[in-house]
Each structure stands twice: as structure tokens, then as C-alpha cells.
């Protein structure tokens, strides 16, 4: 069966996914939906053919993978969102891991999760579906994250440690070994995470709550 893929948003994020998913060559078509993009125009030889609402008429065409190519700066349901709205017409996602990232064998990845240039996630980690993982990042043994989350540029999870569901990380973050960040959480950019984070909480600097 052919691998044609729906890629949802064509903005600087897409280009990270994009510029990884040609890099893979195993995808034998790549269309793009943006609201914000006239059609026709084009990103990295790749055409935007409309907005989200032509998922119907693009499955029917033969397209059976979609992804998600809106990032996340902040915590947001945007990203789940179009995930159900692509799951309604029947897609499937892939998973878009850059030939430079390093991942073990041992390593569980979800449905739908982006994986970018020099990322290294080490043995025995789960990383959920719909995660970003994103260039640069360090993901330690045994660390656990959880669906939607984005663990961003350059930031470090040290062993053991678990990051809830549709959580951020922000770039250049170190989360010390054995630490618990929750559910809905943003964690500054450039902070160093000492301690465990409740649910729905924003933290930055040096997080140390003990």
C-alpha cells in the first residue's frame, strides 16, 4: 500500500517534520492543509491543497496517514484536537524520526510522535503518542512521557524521570533523574527542575520545592 501523508499546518514546524520525513524517503506522496497558506503555494516541493476541512475529500483520493504539524509553545488542546478530527476520516499517523536522531531498541514510541534532528532517547523509555521530541533533546533510561507533550530544544530528561500528558519542557531545560513533572505543566525555558511539579502548574528557574 502506498504511504501518502496529510501533513496539519505549514508553519515553521511543519519544515522540522517535513525536512525529516523526506529525509526518511518512505513516504510516496506529501500534501499539506493550512488555513493561513494560499493553495497551490508550496513548502519544500510539497503543495498546500486547503485547510482541514478537505480531509474528507483527500482520504477519498487515496491519502491514508496524517500528522500534526502545528508546534507548541505553551500548553494547548490544538494538537489533540486535530488528531481526533483526522481520526474521524480515518487516518492513521506515522511516527517522523529523523535519520540523525539516536533512539535505542529498546525504546517505545506512540503513534503520531516526532522525533528530531540529534535527539537521543536512551533504553527502557516510553514516549507517548502525539509527542514532540524536539531538536537536540537528551531523553534518559527509563524516563516516561506522556501523550501530547513536547520536550523541546536542547532540553535534558535525566534518568527515570516522568513527564505527564500534554506537557512542555522548555528549551534548554535539564529535569534532574527520578522527578515527576504532572499533567498540563510548562516548564520555562532555560530552568533546571529539582523537584517534583504538581498538575496544571507553570514553573521556571531552579524549580525546588522540597
Known amino acids: 500500500m502506498d504511504k501518502k501523508l496529510v501533513l496539519l499546518g505549514g508553519g515553521g514546524h511543519c519544515k522540522s517534520v517535513l525536512d525529516a520525513a523526506l529525509r526518511m524517503d518512505i513516504f510516496d506522496s506529501i500534501v499539506i492543509t493550512d488555513p493561513n497558506m494560499p493553495v497551490g503555494s508550496e513548502v519544500f516541493g510539497c503543495k498546500v491543497v486547503g ?10 483520493d487515496g491519502f491514508n496517514l496524517a500528522f500534526i504539524t502545528v508546534g507548541s509553545v505553551k500548553v494547548s488542546n490544538v494538537r489533540e484536537h486535530l488528531v481526533e478530527k483526522a481520526k474521524r476520516h480515518g487516518f492513521a499517523f506515522p511516527i517522523i524520526k529523523d535519520p540523525s536522531a539516536i533512539v535505542s531498541d529498546r525504546v517505545e514510541i506512540g503513534e ?43 532540553t535534558v530528561l535525566c534518568g527515570a524521570v516522568n513527564v505527564g500528558r500534554n506537557s512542555l519542557v ?19 525555558a532555560n530552568s533546571t527542575v529539582l523537584s517534583d511539579v504538581e498538575n496544571n502548574s507553570t514553573v521556571y528557574g531552579v524549580v525546588n520545592r522540597k
Do not use: M, P
Not at 485547510?51 to 477519498?60: E, M, S
Not at 507517548?128 to 530544544?153: K, L, Q
Not at 522548555?170 to 505543566?185: E, K, R, Y
Open 112 to 154: 503520531g510522535t516526532f522525533v528530531g534532528k540529534g535527539v537521543a532517547i536512551n533504553a527502557d523509555t516510553t514516549v507517548g503518542a502525539h509527542c514532540i521530541i524536539n531538536t537536540g533533546a537528551i531523553v534518559e533510561h527509563e524516563c516516561r512521557i506522556g501523550d501530547y507533550s513536547h520536550i523541546s530544544v536542547g
Open 51 to 60: 485547510t482541514d476541512d478537505c480531509l474528507k475529500q483527500l482520504r477519498r
Open 170 to 188: 522548555g528549551a534548554g531545560s535539564t529535569v534532574i533523574q527520578c522527578v515527576s513533572v504532572g499533567n498540563n505543566v510548562t516548564v520555562g
